[in-house]
């Protein structure tokens, strides 16, 4: 079983930074790819950042140029770190651990408010 704990949401205005931490617990952090997701009032979920075990990584195109994902293995921690940030960045952010159809966790969500 795997645990995922989010932080790093908040309030922000148009223009800020925000960096988002998702911490697992369990073996399994270095061999899953871990991704970041999000959802807004009335939106299906979408799949904002990803970034497998060898570090490769794929980024939605609304957010390509503004956010970064990464990942430190000795902490167990993915990272995005979002800049230029936007009105329509604000949804509930959430992480995503995978490294199968049986191995699929998710955290709680963490809220992103981009607003003035």
């Known amino acids: 079983q795997v645990q995922l704990v989010e932080s790093g949401g908040g309030l922000v205005q148009p223009g800020g930074s925000l960096r988002l931490s998702c911490v697992a617990s369990?073996?399994?952090?270095?061999?899953?790819?871990m991704n970041w997701y999000r959802q807004a009032p009335g939106k299906q979920r979408e799949l904002v950042a990803g970034?497998?075990?060898?570090?490769?990584?794929n980024y939605a195109d609304s957010v390509k140029g503004r956010f970064t994902i990464s990942r430190d293995n000795a902490k167990n921690t993915v990272y995005l770190q979002m800049n230029s940030l936007k009105p329509e960045d604000t949804a509930v952010y959430t992480c995503?651990?995978?490294?199968?159809?049986?191995?699929?966790?998710w955290g709680q969500g963490t809220q992103v408010t981009v607003s003035s």
């Open positions: 995503n651990s995978h490294f199968s159809l049986a191995y699929d966790y």
């Open positions: 970034i497998t075990s060898g570090g490769s990584t």
């Open positions: 369990g073996s399994i952090f270095r061999i899953s790819t």
